[in-house]
């Protein structure tokens, strides 16, 4: 199920996840990768793209406050409308959108004046409600925020799919709002009154989705694969398959399926590192190699599948693959040269010690309060035969609290080691 959670929400945080929470207008969660990936070790090009995605994510949820703010504030409605302007106020990012959101806050809160012929106007309206007093009535006011968030989720849509949902009627777009706001019981009756004319490919994988989030894996399945026979390009409905495939049949039928989504040429980057991480989780080590290799070869530049790549390599033995792939890495911080994953795997084989050992320094000093660096030093310190200062230093992080559990025994059994 964690595979899952990484497709549908939730999971450990990826720079990869930050990426899709961020296109799918998923701002709390991408807010919450963010602040997790801000306490790990990244490149710098890592780290500036976690930065502007986490403002991206920010100043998202704040926009939408805003708005619901304004909207709630043409209505009279003030102490709600304060309400979602100080939850804007501490998610705000960016200068241009604070200063919007702190001349809200200023606003004096005045109930709009309505002339008295427009109040008998309204009055004698057969068709209005006997309301004279409110400005937008409000299935209007809905309307109008309705718009404003799907035109926000979509923003980061490919054009030709951006267009597509915002063709749709308002059943869907009723639902596809509610479900993106994580309202998924509410959604449901929605979808299911989706006429049949209206259930194309996107219905599918919008209803799809929802189901595998309720847990529903077997129906989401079957569901997503009506997706795929309408359209068998939907990559959203791909990546959203693949996990089911393994949780509800196993990893020969999701194998199956990648490679032949790979016969139609559908995404191969994808496809290829899919099938590497169903290789990894089977210990099939030269398959998991050989797929890999592939997806490095379609174009596949994702950090995160790199050092998977890497890892994989070298847990077969080919250490100059292993060495050529993690060089396709950039340097964290400022001192440029080799990059930490490198620097490690040049540990591991006790090769380039004067370099590492200054890579290592230069992460301790950019990254304090990570010990990681302190042990590598250290590590860095014995190798090269300098034990008074490795051990010194040694002794110093073992029980560092902040050394992470697999670390922390790292530690331990090498000063075990140099002590017996």
């Known amino acids: 199920m964690g595979f899952l959670k990484n497709i549908f929400g939730g999971g450990a945080a990826s720079i990869e996840g930050l990426r899709k929470a961020v296109a799918q207008q998923r701002y709390a969660d991408a807010r919450l990768f963010a602040e997790q990936l801000s306490d790990q070790s990244l490149s710098e090009a890592d780290a500036a793209e976690v930065e502007k995605l986490r403002i991206v994510a920010g100043d998202g949820l704040a926009g939408l406050n805003l708005n619901e703010a304004l909207g709630l504030q043409c209505c009279g409605d003030f102490a709600q409308a304060a309400e979602h302007l100080h939850l804007a106020q501490d998610q705000v990012c960016s200068a241009d959108l604070r200063e919007k959101i702190e001349q809200a806050i200023a606003a004096e809160p005045l109930i709009p004046e309505i002339d008295s012929t427009d109040v008998e106007h309204l009055s004698s309206c057969a068709t209005c409600s006997p309301q004279p007093s409110t400005l937008l009535a409000d299935e209007d006011s809905m309307s109008g925020d309705a718009e404003i968030q799907l035109e926000l989720i979509l923003t980061s849509y490919p054009a030709d799919l951006a267009e597509r949902y915002v063709s749709k009627n308002e059943t869907f777009k009723e639902a596809f709002l509610l479900s993106h706001a994580g309202q998924d019981e509410q959604a449901l009756p929605l979808w299911q009154q989706v ?226």
């Open 195 to 420: 006429d049949a004319v209206d259930q194309d490919d996107l219905y599918w994988f919008e209803l799809g989705a929802l189901l595998a989030r309720k847990g529903n894996l077997t129906e989401a399945r079957s569901t997503l694969e009506k997706a795929l026979e309408q359209n068998p390009d939907l990559l959203l409905a791909i990546e959203a398959l693949v996990p089911l495939l393994v949780a509800t049949d196993g990893y020969p039928l999701a194998e199956e399926r990648l490679q032949q989504f790979l016969s139609q040429g559908i995404d191969p980057p994808f496809c290829h590192a899919q099938l590497t991480f169903l290789a990894v989780q089977q210990q099939k080590y030269p398959a998991a190699a050989e797929s890999a290799r592939q997806a490095i070869a379609a174009g596949n530049i994702d950090s995160q599948f790199i050092l998977l790549a890497a890892s994989v390599l070298e847990h077969i033995g080919a250490l100059a693959e292993t060495d050529n792939i993690l060089m396709k890495l950039p340097a964290a911080g400022c001192r440029g040269g080799t990059n930490l994953p490198l620097a490690e795997f040049w540990l591991r084989q006790k090769r380039e010690l004067g370099n590492i050992l200054d890579t290592f320094n230069a992460a301790c000093r950019e990254d304090p309060e990570n010990p990681r660096w302190q042990l590598r030093v250290a590590q860095t310190y014995l190798a090269r035969n300098w034990v008074k200062d490795g051990l010194k230093l040694l002794r110093k992080v073992v029980n560092d609290p902040r050394l992470e559990p697999e670390l922390a025994e790292e530690a331990k059994r090498l000063l075990a080691e140099q002590q017996g």
